[in-house]
């Protein structure tokens, strides 16, 4: 089973360590297309940062991400497992996974990003600003500048198992899966049920969303969950107590769509 995150917004930051080796990566199809992205990143935000600050969508109190930017090269790099933070991480609790699911989870999870393209949690990387949806001034919109170099590493990466697909949309821009990855790939959209006036609505909740892609994954790593295909996805879903509403599609080289029903928010 592999499956695709997004990454988040904020990183931690300090803690000490080599600085990135960029060679030593995960994906090594991916190595050119991550140095010139890397460079020019660099080069942007040492030059000019308040132009920086625009092409990165930073306010003025994050002014401090263009300074962290340029000096990506020499900064201390981390595991990403530790780097990236936030809602989906917070309820995923790599540290928290005992050996065996955190074995499981350095070969499974693939976290997709602006800058590298995408990492393997173990991979080395410093803490930087820079998500999919930036269009640099030389390479142009990232999400459609990874399409071609992921379009020749990731279907090599996926392998022959499951694909489970939690990323944003953003993230998502960066590969789609076709022919027959597609087929064993599944996507997962959380929604929020709730009785108004004897009616059931349902929403999509972004935060919460979050929480539950993290929960629902660190509960297939800790049970040992191997599902094959997305049906048997579903059924592993289900015994682990989710609610999930899925249907076959229609053409057999297309994605299923899972929904993960909830009815509390937490």
């Not at 990403?80 to 809602?87: L, Q």
């Not at 990232?142 to 939690?166: F, I, K, S």
């Not at 993230?171 to 009616?199: C, F, I, M, N, S």
Request: glycine share 10%; charged share 25%.
């Amino acid at each position: 089973m592999l499956v695709l995150l997004p990454p988040s917004e904020g990183k931690a930051t300090g803690g000490s360590g080599a600085p990135l080796k960029a060679a030593e990566l995960s994906l090594p199809g991916l190595a050119a297309a991550r140095a010139a992205v890397l460079e020019e990143l660099v080069e942007l935000c040492a030059a000019d940062e308040d132009k920086a600050r625009e092409v990165l969508g930073l306010s003025e109190g994050l002014r401090g991400e263009v300074a962290k930017n340029a000096g990506l090269r020499g900064a201390v790099a981390r595991p990403a497992g530790e780097i990236y933070t936030g809602v989906l991480y917070d309820a995923l609790g790599l540290a928290g996974l005992d050996a065996d699911a955190r074995a499981r989870a350095d070969r499974s999870l693939l976290v997709f990003s602006g800058l590298w393209g995408a990492v393997r949690i173990t991979d080395r990387i410093p803490s930087y600003r820079c998500s999919m949806g930036v269009k640099l001034p030389g390479l142009g919109a990232l999400g459609a500048y990874w399409r071609t170099p992921m379009a020749e590493v990731m279907p090599q990466a996926a392998g022959d198992g499951l694909v489970l697909d939690l990323r944003s949309s953003a993230y998502a821009a960066a590969w789609k899966p076709k022919g027959e990855v597609a087929g064993r790939t599944a996507t997962v959209r959380v929604l929020h049920a709730q009785v108004v006036d004897g009616v059931e609505k349902r929403s999509v909740v972004s935060h919460f969303n979050k929480a539950t892609k993290g929960r629902l994954v660190r509960d297939l790593l800790t049970e040992g969950a191997a599902p094959a295909t997305p049906a048997e996805l579903v059924t592993a879903l289900r015994d682990l107590g989710y609610v999930v509403e899925a249907e076959p599609p229609a053409k057999p080289a297309k994605a299923w769509s899972l929904d993960v029903v909830v009815t509390r928010i937490h």
